[in-house]
């Protein structure tokens, strides 16, 4: 039997809450099986039909996805993009002298934006999160949400849709239920709108987090009050791990709990594997190597606490961009994930225990500088804008 998460988290109330229900609940392991399963909802929609994503490029997974909205018969259609999408495309920044001269990805940033105009076209609200503002001073000030709401059922989690997204490994929570969706619906729409805000759904599996963005400190707050509850054993699975998650884990080391790191091999952000593996070696964690580029995050608590959904749990998830987050407290869903984990990254491998500079101070010197810009620019407008416009 699935316990209920307000009794297993205690009575802590951060932001608004509500008592939710949910009727069905899964993982879902890898791009294709998530999409398999997202498509066929998305083509029974009748009522609503939101999705939300940092990055949707218009490649062939995008397109893909686009085509989906495209044809679906809801009658209410709407897609929110980031504005990271007009400056990233295929992890590459689209205005440096290399992406200018690269005709494959001028033909994608093209194919990107007519792909937008064509849902527009048929009849779907397309709106752009966050504007990165004069001189990209709002740059950090993302909205980093996935998220499909298809009638009541609803997915968040990791892929963002793109080809790149699509070919790592990543996974999808999928659940059910009216008043979970409604949350998630108005949480959407209060996005749409530009007028964010925090709020927090406690629901029979789970506890959810909508943050906002400036006040994540308060949800974050949770996290680290259940890692510092750990009596046995926390393990992290992140690309992007940083502190102030790294100086809980470290107090956690400190008092005898084992703390393990799964990271993949190759990053595509190489300086925060730097910084991770300094840390692991100075703190004592235990790492171990995926081997593809993993996109999954989430924090495992003595096989008890699972967390997950969009963050990275890095400094620039904690001050400034806007997330959704899940707290479970199901020893069957716990054991379903580990489950899943393992089959998705395969065998890992183990990490480095020697051959990282333990101090890295350069590379933690500029992670702090670029926390504090970070910070500066979680203070930037929140908005959402017609695009194409």
């Given amino acids: 039997m699935l316990l209920a998460v307000a009794g297993a988290l205690g009575q802590r109330r951060c932001g608004e809450g509500r008592a939710l229900s949910v009727t069905g609940f899964e993982f879902l ?27 949707f490029e218009g490649d062939a997974a995008g397109l893909r996805v686009a085509a989906a909205i495209r044809d679906s018969v809801a009658v209410d259609r709407r897609v929110l993009v980031d504005a990271y999408t007009r400056h990233v495309v295929n992890d590459r920044f689209v205005w440096t002298p290399s992406a200018l001269a690269d ?10 934006r007519a792909m937008f105009v064509g849902l527009a ?33 609803a997915y968040i989690g990791g892929v963002n849709f793109s080809d790149h997204n699509f070919a790592w490994s990543d996974f999808m929570i999928r659940f059910e239920g009216a008043a979970a969706a409604r949350f998630l619906a108005e949480d959407f729409e209060a996005t749409f709108a530009g ?20 006040t994540n400190a308060r949800a974050f707050a949770e996290v680290m009050e259940l890692m510092n509850s750990a009596e046995r054993e926390i393990t992290v699975v ?52 995926a081997p593809p580029m993993s996109h999954v995050k989430a924090i495992l608590i003595d096989d008890e606490h699972l967390i997950a959904g969009s963050s990275n749990f890095d400094f620039v998830s904690f001050a ?23 089959t998705l990254l395969g065998d890992v491998v183990d990490g480095p225990s020697e051959g990282v500079d333990r101090s890295e101070w350069l590379v933690t010197a500029l992670m702090k500088i670029a926390a504090c810009l970070v910070r500066a620019s979680s203070a930037a407008r929140r908005t959402a804008i017609d695009w194409p416009n």
């Fill in 238 to 289: 992140s690309p992007y791990l940083t502190f102030p998650f790294t100086d809980t884990l470290a107090e956690a080391r400190r008092r005898g709990v084992r703390v393990r790191l799964i990271t993949p091999r190759v990053n595509n952000k190489p300086a925060a594997q730097r910084y991770v593996l300094a840390q692991a070696l100075r703190h004592g964690f235990d790492v171990r190597f």
């Fill in 195 to 214: 007028v964010p805000r925090s709020r927090r759904a406690d629901i029979n599996q789970l506890r959810l987090y909508s943050l906002d963005g400036r």
């Fill in 103 to 112: 005709s494959a990805l001028r033909n994608e940033i093209r194919s990107t």
């Fill in 29 to 55: 392991w890898g791009s294709d099986a998530f999409w398999r399963r997202a498509a066929r909802d998305i083509a029974l929609a009748r009522r609503r039909l939101f999705v939300q994503a940092m990055t």
């Fill in 320 to 342: 400034a961009e806007e997330e959704l987050l899940a707290i479970i407290a199901s020893p069957a869903l716990v054991e379903e994930f580990r489950k899943g984990l393992n």
């Fill in 121 to 153: 076209a048929a009849g779907v609200k397309v709106r752009m999160t966050n504007p990165v503002g004069a001189f990209f001073s709002g740059y950090a000030a993302r909205n980093h949400k996935k998220l499909i709401l298809a009638d009541d059922v």
